[in-house]
Each structure stands twice: as structure tokens, then as C-alpha cells.
């Protein structure tokens, strides 16, 4: 499984992106079935959680992106979707994919978000 990541860029603040991510070689059943996320990091931190869409249809936001930004799944496409609006200074980052697909941890290859004030 590799997980394809697409969407970062150069935006000014209070602008917006969107990132996708597509997972290969796996089946529809099985994209339906994983838990699928975003993920963000800085140099010198950890990667952090940004939004996270369970396979139940759960959603969850860090605390700093409450209200601006939006995680969707497209089942029929196999895809998630990170809508981003409100940029903010902060949050540039490298942004990663993350998929849990049948019991196993898979990264996209990150794509920059930097934002201009």
C-alpha cells in the first residue's frame, strides 16, 4: 500500500489549500475500513494529529484547527480530503497522510504548506 499525497503550496494567511490523499492497490472494502488521518510537523517537533476520519464516519480536530479546517472521505474515489481555510502563519508544516489499513500504519510522503503573513 502506498499512500499518495497531493495539494501543498504556497498560500497567504487567511488563505486556503486542500490536500488529498489516495491509498494504491487496495480495494474499496478494505479504504472503507481503515481509519485515515492527517498529520503535521515542524522541524525541531513532533508530529502532531491534525484531523483524523474513522472508519465509523468519526471525525476529530487538534484544538488549533477546530472551525477552520475540514477532514472528508470519499469511499467511491478512495480518498481523504483536508480542506483548509483560514490559514494561519502556524500552521505551516509538512503535512502527512496517515492510514491504519488492516491492522498496519502507512505514511504518505509529506507535502509543505507554508503560510505567508
Known amino acids: 500500500v502506498q499512500l499518495q499525497a497531493s495539494g501543498g503550496g504556497l498560500v497567504l494567511a487567511g488563505g486556503s489549500l486542500r490536500l488529498s490523499c489516495a491509498p494504491s492497490?487496495?480495494?474499496?472494502?478494505?479504504?472503507?475500513?481503515?481509519?485515515m488521518a492527517w498529520y503535521r510537523q515542524t522541524p525541531g517537533k513532533q508530529r502532531e494529529l491534525v484531523a483524523s476520519?474513522?472508519?465509523?464516519?468519526?471525525?476529530k480536530y487538534a484544538d488549533s484547527v477546530k472551525g477552520r479546517f475540514v477532514i472528508s472521505r470519499d469511499n467511491a474515489r478512495k480518498r481523504v480530503i483536508l480542506q483548509m481555510n483560514n490559514l494561519k502563519p502556524d500552521d505551516t508544516a509538512v503535512y502527512y497522510c496517515?492510514?491504519?489499513?488492516?491492522?498496519?500504519?502507512?505514511w504518505g510522503q509529506g507535502t509543505l504548506v507554508t503560510v505567508s503573513s
Open positions: 476520519n474513522l472508519a465509523g464516519g468519526v471525525t
Open positions: 492497490r487496495i480495494i474499496l472494502s478494505t479504504f472503507s475500513g481503515s481509519d
Open positions: 496517515n492510514g491504519r489499513i488492516m491492522g498496519r500504519d502507512y
